[in-house]
């Protein structure tokens, strides 16, 4: 994929980084005392047939029934978040709350697990596999889904106990069929140069509590009609799939968070049937049209209690639309950096509340596509009431936000899930979305 311009700005000090840092990695002394195991233990609740067959009998137990509960934790949460970041010990100063909290610690590696105490937003609750060991991937093959090897991806994430999942080395995994991950996990590719790439990738259906960071996610194609194995004790037919960067359905406590996502035969992110506590941050999406979907369809009322937030992401070169587009729910959209888009950023239907906040907005010069918003096949008289609002927002290029609904107030409590900074930050905010450089020794 081509080098995106928003590096020269800190193309000096990657090189350094390079110049002084080659040759780290992953290795098993940062990991002392973590072995491959292979796990025996009971079914936890993941069935995979296919997915139309669950559509009318399912529901994710771990859901957030009640948004207003959710929204009454946030002042909290904020007011706690300083707190909170000294448990990193190193404060960068950059101003993200999330980076600050771990990236200038210079022995990370040996301290992976704390990543977990630095999400925000509503998949703040997230904790992965912090509860669990490690597991250290060693091999990028993929033979068999209804069996996999011990040592690949696959078998890591089907387990039935939490584990923190990292990678021995750099590695390109070309999935033969969708990666069907098991409840409190993490895939962490920090010190690794890893790609999901070229095949199937990665689905998060009716479990719980799932970090994600710091891996390439591109090339996704649509697979299935196969078996396909999600816990040591259950394989099941899979339908196709719609070749996703990574699908979340029925999927709550989501924390996904600098990665690097283009080009997929379908969404980059999409989050369906009743998702909900979902933080989506500091990642790179480029080349790709529809990049986001929140929602399943405008009938789907259980996602009315979809929350997620969107922030210090950067949608970059070659996207078009979905960025992302909302049904029913509550979304925060805060201090995001939008430089690119051909068709809209925002859109919705289906009566989505969408609290827009401190982003900085780069119109193309399509005369036509200066608009953030979409009402997706919506009559003015029903969107009016909407509740989408724009406040603090940077309009560059005659980019323009279309507002509808009550404005500030209550309107926006159960939308809101952090404190906004100003937008003229977002540039460094967001100036390290994507995947970062980490080498042992030194901060990433």
Known sequence: MPASPRWLSV????????????????????????????????????????????????????????????????????????????????????????????????????????????????????????????????????????????????????????????????????????????????????????????????????????????????????????????????????????????????????WIDHNSLSNCADGLIDAIMGSTAITISNNYFTHHNEVMLLGHSDSYVKDKTMQVTIAYNHFGEGLIQRMPRCRHGYFHVVNNDYTHWEMYAIGGSAEPTINSQGNRYLAPTNPFAKEVTKRVETSTSMWKSWNWRSEGDLMLNGAFFTPSGAGAGVGYSRASSLGAKSSSLVGPLTSDSGVLVCRRGRAC
């Open 11 to 254: 193309s000096f000090a990657a090189f350094l980084v390079l110049l002084v840092c080659a040759g780290g990695g992953a290795s098993g002394r940062e990991l002392s005392g973590s072995k491959i195991e292979e796990q025996t233990g009971e079914l936890q609740g993941v069935k995979n047939s296919s997915m139309a067959g669950r559509i009318s009998v399912e529901r994710n137990e771990h859901a957030v029934d009640d948004p207003e509960e959710v929204a009454s934790m946030v002042d909290m949460s904020i007011r706690n978040s300083t707190a909170r970041r000294n448990l990193g010990f190193f404060s960068c100063g950059t101003g993200n709350p999330i980076d600050d909290c771990w990236r200038c610690d210079p022995k990370w590696y040996l301290r992976r697990k704390r990543l977990a105490d630095c999400a925000i937003g509503f998949g703040r609750n997230a904790v992965g596999g912090r509860d669990g060991k490690y597991y250290v991937v060693s091999d990028p093959g993929d033979d068999d889904p209804v069996n996999p090897r011990p040592g690949t991806l696959r078998h890591a994430v089907i387990q039935d106990r939490p584990l923190w999942i990292v990678f021995k080395r750099d590695m390109v995994i070309t999935l033969k069929q969708e990666l069907l991950m098991n409840s409190f996990k993490t895939i962490d590719g920090r010190g690794a140069n890893v790609h999901i790439a070229n095949g199937a990738c990665i689905t998060i259906q009716y479990i719980t509590n799932v970090i994600i960071h710091g891996v390439h996610v591109h090339d996704c194609k649509s697979t299935g009609n196969a078996m396909v194995r999600s816990s040591p004790s259950h394989y099941g037919w899979r339908t196709m799939a719609d070749g996703d960067g990574i699908s979340l359905f029925g999927a709550s406590h989501v």
